[in-house]
């Protein structure tokens, strides 16, 4: 007899207002590409996204399984609650069950830490058979070999944005904020360029990002599979890190390839900023030529800002906005500084007794503080925030930085539109 599962890609109601008013939200791939290790046979399987679903709470499920990310950890704890009042188990994985695994373990009834491809099929056949162990964790370094096709087929909706693919995983860089070395193992890893384009052609939509990290973490292999995506009517985005875009072949490619836009992890125009997190790969000066190159390349730019190092001061948020104009950055996605747990500076933060909370709700990068801020208060650091993306996604800057760029201008309008919504509402919570 087969066993019904439910798999959650949770979000909590105050992150998923602030996305939801934005235009270019794609789906978390997590759940859709562990579903596809799923015995069918064995198990009914049924998908939740909470960017667009309710979890349905008043059906019956022999088991829930839980991605936990650190910002949702006490939703995904409440969804858990209720489903085992229900009669169902719970299981969890994701980063916040892998950084904090005897905090979530009180939560749920199975838990699986690490990256997931060989612990998951091995807990679900466990779990159909009736012995399943309280705990599975990875000992080894997956390969990224043979691994299956995403079940987008169980996504509901998001027909725009369902086109999500990884075709690397980790980072070789070791920044101080950064929790994918605690996550994952410290390693570089590649999935085989003809099973990542079977994935990509599996997609029906014209549009996908690359989920990955760090896209151009290792530039040979980048070049090798934009030479073969180049063959297909794509386009695309990835996160890259700038300065290894001053490769001018690796962005022609990108370009032939179908690239339209880079997510680039600016974080600051500080270079003591950046060096305070052991972000020293971003060289500030460098900034205009490499984004000017980028630009010449028909390729825009989304870049990662982040506000609250302990070297910023209250003019950087003034500063930041003048520099995004001048270089004609396309749109951002700017964070609060969020010291997730098990972090660097999670562990600095800590011990300077500078947390302000536990309570993972605080710890989202968006609509809260978490800790308090060397040169401002907390207040300050969050009204400095909002003032920026308010400014930045004015009229005025829009048509300032667009003319700068000039590239994908109609379709840039449209997502700094977007992100222009979803700056009311938001508020400072204490």
């Not at 198990?43 to 059906?59: G, H």
């Not at 991605?67 to 229900?86: D, G, L, M, P």
């Amino acid at each position: 007899m087969r066993k019904n599962i439910l798999m959650i890609t949770p979000e909590n109601r105050e992150i998923n207002d602030f996305r939801k008013k934005q235009f270019n939200n794609f789906i978390q791939i997590t759940m859709p590409y562990l579903a596809a290790f799923v015995d069918s046979s064995k198990y009914n399987i049924s998908l939740v996204d909470e960017y667009n679903e309710d979890v349905p709470f008043y059906k019956k499920y022999d088991l829930a399984a839980i991605t936990v990310n650190t910002s949702n950890a006490s939703h995904c704890y409440e969804i858990a609650a209720k489903f085992r009042k229900n009669g169902a188990k719970v299981v969890f994985g994701g980063p916040h069950a892998t950084l904090m695994p005897k905090e979530a373990s009180k939560h749920c009834d199975y838990i699986i830490i690490g990256e997931a491809e060989n612990t998951w099929p091995k807990f679900l056949e466990d779990f159909y058979e009736g012995r399943a162990k309280d705990t599975y964790v990875c000992d080894d370094i997956p390969s990224l070999n043979g691994i299956p096709i995403p079940r987008r087929d169980l996504i509901k909706g998001r027909y725009f944005t369902r086109g999500a693919v990884f075709a690397t995983r980790g980072c070789p860089y070791h920044c101080s904020y950064c929790n994918l070395k605690q996550i994952y193992s410290d390693s570089f890893r590649m999935r085989p360029v003809d099973e990542v384009i079977k994935d990509i052609n599996s997609i029906n939509a014209k549009y996908f990002v690359f989920w990955d990290d760090n896209f151009f973490g290792d530039i040979e292999y980048a070049k090798r599979l934009m030479m073969e995506l180049a063959k297909y009517n794509k386009k695309w985005a990835a996160q890259v890190t700038l300065e290894r875009c001053q490769d001018k072949e690796l962005l022609k490619l990108a370009k032939q390839a179908g690239c339209e836009y880079f997510f680039v992890g600016l974080e600051s125009f500080s270079e003591d900023s950046l060096n305070s997190v052991n972000k020293g790969i971003n060289n500030v000066k460098r900034y205009k030529s490499l984004i000017d190159l980028i630009h010449k390349n028909d390729i825009s730019i989304q870049a990662g800002i982040i506000f609250g190092f302990d070297t910023d001061t209250k003019d950087i948020f003034k500063k930041t906005l003048d520099a995004c104009n001048n270089l004609g950055i396309d749109g951002v996605t700017v964070s609060i500084l969020t010291p997730l747990p098990k972090t660097p500076l999670y562990e600095q933060f800590q011990k300077e007794d500078r947390l302000i909370t536990t309570d993972w709700k605080y710890y989202n990068g968006k609509t809260r503080v978490a800790f308090v801020p060397k040169n401002m208060t907390s207040q300050e650091l969050f009204q400095g925030y909002m003032w920026f993306r308010k400014e930045f996604y004015s009229i005025k800057s829009i048509i300032k930085r667009l003319s700068v760029s000039r590239t994908n201008i109609i379709h840039n309008f449209i997502v700094n539109l977007g992100y222009k919504l979803s700056i009311k509402g938001t508020k400072f919570i204490e």
